[in-house]
């Protein structure tokens, strides 16, 4: 899948994978402010994204853990994902992501 990935500098990247997860991409390919400090067992959320709100329906929300430690995040919005905890696949095809911090 290709993922669109727009950094807080306003600078696009576009990475593409087949599997993993959203955050290895972003760090095997240094998107800044994406630094996956806890390895992607999500309690750190140094891989907080904000999800473009058109590709919402394709990324689906949080889960619980995830919503849990969003709360902890003072730029979460409704958009807000954890990319540690979103799998490549298909699915994700095309979608954008801002860097949240
Ligand atoms: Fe730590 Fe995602 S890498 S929460």
Same mark, same amino acid.
């Given at each position: 899948a290709?993922?669109?990935?727009?950094?807080?500098?306003?600078?696009?990247m576009?990475l593409e994978?087949a599997?993993?997860?959203? =955050?290895?991409?972003a760090v095997?390919?240094?998107?800044p402010?994406?630094?996956?400090?806890c390895g992607?067992?999500?309690?750190c959320?140094?891989?907080?994204?904000?999800?473009?709100?058109?590709?919402?329906?394709?990324t689906? &929300?949080?889960?619980? =853990?995830?919503?849990d =430690?969003?709360?902890?995040?003072?730029? &979460?919005?409704?958009?807000?994902r954890?990319?540690c905890? =979103?799998?490549?696949?298909?699915e994700?095809?095309?979608?954008?992501?801002k860097? &949240?911090?």
């Amino acid at each position: 899948a290709k993922i669109n990935f727009i950094t807080k500098a306003g600078v696009e990247m576009q990475l593409e994978a087949a599997s993993g997860s959203v =955050m290895e991409l972003a760090v095997n390919n240094s998107v800044p402010g994406i630094d996956g400090d806890c390895g992607g067992v999500c309690s750190c959320a140094t891989c907080h994204v904000h999800v473009a709100p058109e590709d919402w329906a394709q990324t689906g &929300a949080p889960g619980d =853990m995830e919503k849990d =430690m969003l709360e902890f995040d003072d730029n &979460a919005s409704e958009f807000s994902r954890l990319s540690c905890q =979103m799998s490549i696949s298909d699915e994700l095809d095309g979608i954008t992501l801002k860097v &949240a911090n």
